[in-house]
């Protein structure tokens, strides 16, 4: 008995002061009724057919195809030769059996998320609409549910670009589809949630923290959806990294019936705590216990992870986290992979943020839009901070509507995000004067602005007042005095610039110009460097590299530059590549069509030699890696029987070692943490080997096929001859095992191209070397993207014996205006006017294809290859001539020369 009375005594002095032991907690023996969370993202029916008959019990859908979730429905309509991809509603259906555990409980849908509007019915009830297509969201369905039937749950999803809802147009693919995963949520009515934001209803505020003492305060919404009032117990129990309980708090209260409230407990005190950082990412939990006080019993449990830091964005010497200076260098993300759009399962969300950590970066800009919680979870768990922000991109509608959806994202991506201790800032709009509506309405377009600064203003005192400790951001492209002279440098706590110099425009040295005379005339703002980047296709190759060939060098020469800029200035807080992976963007052509290929890996997250420099920059433990691993197909032109040929060594030791093809040639220096050498290849297998000699478990190795193709034909060892016309690049085509060389003039005894000039698109800011347009009949672009103009022959000097001749033609010169993307691109907009290309064809002498008319006979756009055997006797060569009319020009894009025998 005076046991007991010492108990009462000991639970009294605790709830004095809202502190209760863990040991108190596990003496109540309380009941639990456990709330269930379960996907339900397999067996699926859908149709890309509407009909307001979709959502009915009995519908016929033998039409119909099963389908699981992730699912998106433009994985390949968005990669096709066909312009533009379906935009529109599509439904999705399920009969979906809930058993006795539902009974008097509350149930909920839970959406990952679906693109972008989703409309709910349940056994032919309409249940809501949600909008949006890049946070979660949730529908109570409670009242509709059959307990152990069958639900016919159907679902409506619309794509459709909809002038209220962000985002209206951007350089990346709008897929449709439910694209995350969906979640059966079974709870107590009464439990704890946030149910307007689908939030977990637990959110976390260290308002002191020091290395010395840290508070954590925690706010709770609790829901009573029972049929009576209830009384409650409210238990906090904080939990350390290692798993021990070091402290509980806990709260009565009384809850009416159908209502929500919000609980602040007294603060948790921390001594001497575990701060959360990229080398450190120590993280706390806490763990939220709801009691009903009549019948003793646990009506709902949720642990919250959380972390203990404090950081700060400075306008002269950059980030500072937990009191210490930390340059953050990352990149964006886009969700999507190749062949599978945007429905990423889990294994490709890790990868992607493992790829980031890996690297040795140590932030991700979550762009545009919010992403899976698993991403935001795995940077919190590996120690990459991050920024993430609302779908705001290019452009706005002038309307309350879209404020309100705009401002119904904040809501969501705030409070469903917000105890993410890898969260630093939160941003919106991005680039949204980029492309002004009123062209020619100067005064429209100063209504346009000032509605712009209205509604930032609008989202900027939201974001301030739902979360006062982190910092926004808005990213803007590089018109300075459009931003400033809009007014929207002043309302941000920081300022993202997206420059593309030396890429968009001519000048690498534009952006040291540009970020100097911002943080002059603005010495007192933060200033983040949010994209930066040069497209990269990992198949194409330069000796000679130039802005916009899209090839490893260029994009070599492009990031070294921008690294060391970046690097040398304090204020500059931090930089995020543009972008992580390649990834979708419907409009674009270029090397790749369809595909942004500004990505430091692929789309199948192969490396590219800018993740590799990276690499040796900032990791911290011993680096090597060869560059360009990927060119296992090499050739070039040699009249010896070795070709010499250039190799890239990235690392972060001072020398390394190169020995190739077993023999040591070596050691080699690294400059600003790349080596550079040349080797002298045979044809065939070559196989070098990288290592450092005070530590060969730090090593690499590569091995390629090398094929030489001879100056002069002095003997038969000749097998075939690929050449780009017009071109300094070198294009490896995979799939046919060769790869494609540059053009070179014709010399006696050689080979090569008699007469004309190369094509040179015309740019606002000069040439670029090779068309951007998407080839149609072709998934080798690259080689009819360039071609020589009025040639007059092509020839080589080739023994006798019998050939495959093929000749690439494609029409470069759009007859129709292309729809342009809304970024920076239209300052390449191909203006040249169609030229008349008719000619002939002969070869050797003898007509073989008379008034050949590309873009009548064929069209604009579109590859053709025209294929001839041709045998060559009495030593007379082969000569391919393109004799025109008057008026009249030729042109030929590649050539290719395979001897039979």
Not at 488 to 514: A, R, V
Request: proline residues 4%; contains cysteine; charged residues 25%.
């Amino acid at each position: 008995m005076m046991k007991k009375i010492l108990n009462y005594i000991f639970f009294g002095w605790a709830l004095l002061f809202n502190i209760v032991t863990s040991s108190t907690l596990y003496s109540q023996n309380y009941k639990q009724e456990i709330s269930i969370n379960y996907t339900i993202n397999e067996s699926w029916e859908f149709s890309q057919i509407d009909s307001k008959e979709n959502y009915k019990n009995n519908l016929d859908t033998t039409t119909w195809t099963e389908v699981s979730m992730p699912h998106t429905w433009n994985a390949k309509d968005a990669i096709d030769d066909v312009l533009g991809f379906f935009q529109g509603p599509c439904w999705y259906r399920k009969e979906l059996l809930i058993g006795d555990e539902a009974s008097k409980k509350n149930v909920v849908l839970h959406f990952d998320g679906a693109n972008q509007v989703t409309e709910l019915y349940v056994n032919e009830t309409y249940v809501g609409k949600h909008i949006g297509g890049y946070s979660a969201f949730e529908f109570d369905i409670t009242p509709l549910i059959l307990i152990n039937k069958k639900n016919i749950i159907a679902i409506r999803v619309d794509n459709s670009i909809n002038p209220s809802i962000p985002p209206l147009s951007a350089d990346y693919t709008f897929f449709g589809g439910i694209y995350r995963g969906i979640s059966l949520l079974i709870s107590n009515l009464s439990n704890v949630s946030n149910p307007e934001f689908a939030s977990s209803g637990v959110l976390i505020s260290t308002p002191k923290v020091s290395d010395k003492e840290t508070l954590v305060e925690v706010k709770t919404t609790i829901n009573n959806f029972s049929t009576k009032k209830g009384k409650y117990k409210l238990q906090h129990e904080l939990i350390t990294p290692e798993g021990v309980v070091i402290s509980v708090v806990s709260k009565f209260f009384i809850v009416e019936t159908n209502t929500k409230i919000s609980i602040t407990t007294n603060p948790f005190q921390v001594e001497n705590p575990k701060l959360w950082s990229p080398d450190n990412p120590f993280l706390y939990r806490i763990r939220t216990t709801l009691i009903e006080i009549k019948t003793n019993t646990i009506l709902d449990k949720k642990d919250t992870s959380f972390g203990v830091r404090w950081f700060e964005f400075t306008a002269d010497k950059g980030f500072f986290l937990n009191g210490k200076p930390l340059k953050l260098i990352g990149t964006n993300r886009h969700q999507c992979y190749q062949d599978i759009g945007n429905a990423l399962p889990d294994e490709i969300h890790v990868r992607d943020v493992e790829l980031i950590k890996n690297m040795g970066g140590n932030f991700l800009r979550v762009s545009h839009y919010p992403q899976d919680p698993l991403v935001l979870n795995l940077c919190d768990k590996l120690g990459i901070l991050t920024m993430v922000e609302i779908p705001i991109v290019n452009a706005i509608t002038e309307s309350e509507d879209f404020l309100n959806n705009s401002m119904l994202m904040i809501n969501e991506m705030v409070f469903q995000n917000y105890n993410h201790p890898s969260i630093v800032c939160w941003g919106y709009m991005n680039e949204v004067l980029l492309r002004l509506p009123f062209k020619d309405n100067p005064e429209r377009n100063k209504v346009y602005c000032a509605e712009v600064k209205r509604q930032a203003n609008v989202i900027e005192k939201l974001l301030r007042d739902i979360d006062p400790n982190r910092y926004t951001i808005i990213p803007c492209h590089g018109a300075y005095n459009l931003y400033k002279e809009a007014g929207l440098l002043d309302i941000p706590k920081i300022i993202g610039w997206n420059l593309y110099q030396g890429w968009y425009s001519p000048k690498l040295e534009g952006f040291d110009e540009f970020i100097d005379i911002f943080h002059k005339e603005c010495p007192k703002k933060p200033v983040f460097i949010a994209e930066y980047g040069a497209d990269v296709d990992e198949k194409l190759h330069s000796l000679e590299p130039e802005r916009f060939d899209y090839t490893v060098e260029y994009g070599s020469v492009y990031q070294e530059y921008y690294l060391k800029s970046i690097m040398k200035r304090d204020f500059i807080s931090g930089a995020t590549l543009w972008n992580l992976n390649d990834f979708h963007s419907e409009y674009r052509g270029a090397a790749v069509p369809h595909i942004n290929k500004k990505g430091i890996v692929s789309q199948t997250r192969e490396l590219k030699d800018t993740y590799l420099l990276y690499q040796a920059n900032f990791l911290k433990t011993p680096f090597i890696a060869f560059g360009s691993k990927s060119w296992t197909i090499r050739a070039g032109v040699s009249n010896d029987t070795l070709l010499k040929q250039p190799i890239t060594i990235y690392t972060n030791l001072p020398k390394i070692t190169l020995v190739f093809d077993g023999k040591e040639l070596g050691e080699f220096s690294a400059v600003d943490n790349i080596v550079r050498a040349e080797v002298y290849c045979k044809s065939g297998e070559n196989t070098l080997h990288a290592f450092d000699k005070n530590n060969n478990q730090t090593e690499d190795f590569y091995s390629f096929n090398c094929h030489i193709v001879p100056k002069y034909f002095t003997n038969n060892d000749f097998t075939d001859l690929n050449v780009m016309l017009g071109s300094k690049r070198y294009f490896e085509d995979k799939d046919a095992a060769l790869c494609w060389i540059p053009e070179k003039e014709y010399t006696e005894g050689s080979w090569g191209y008699v007469g004309g000039e190369t094509l040179r698109v015309k740019t606002k800011n000069g040439s670029i070397p090779a068309s951007d347009l998407n080839i149609l009949n072709t998934e080798n672009d690259p080689i009819f993207q360039t071609q020589r103009i009025g040639i007059n022959e092509f020839k080589a000097d080739l023994t006798n014996a019998t050939y495959y001749v093929y000749l690439y033609f494609a029409h470069l010169f759009p007859v129709k205006e292309k729809q342009t993307l809304a970024n920076n691109l239209d300052t390449i907009k191909v203006d040249q006017a169609v030229q008349d290309f008719v000619f002939d064809i002969s070869i050797n002498g003898q007509l073989w294809i008379k008034d050949f008319d590309v873009l009548k006979q064929i069209g604009s756009e579109r590859a053709v290859i025209k294929k001839v055997i041709v045998t060559i006797t009495n030593g007379k060569g082969l000569s391919i001539g393109f004799p025109t009319k008057l008026g009249n020009k030729s042109f030929l894009n590649a050539i290719r020369i395979e001897k039979i025998n």
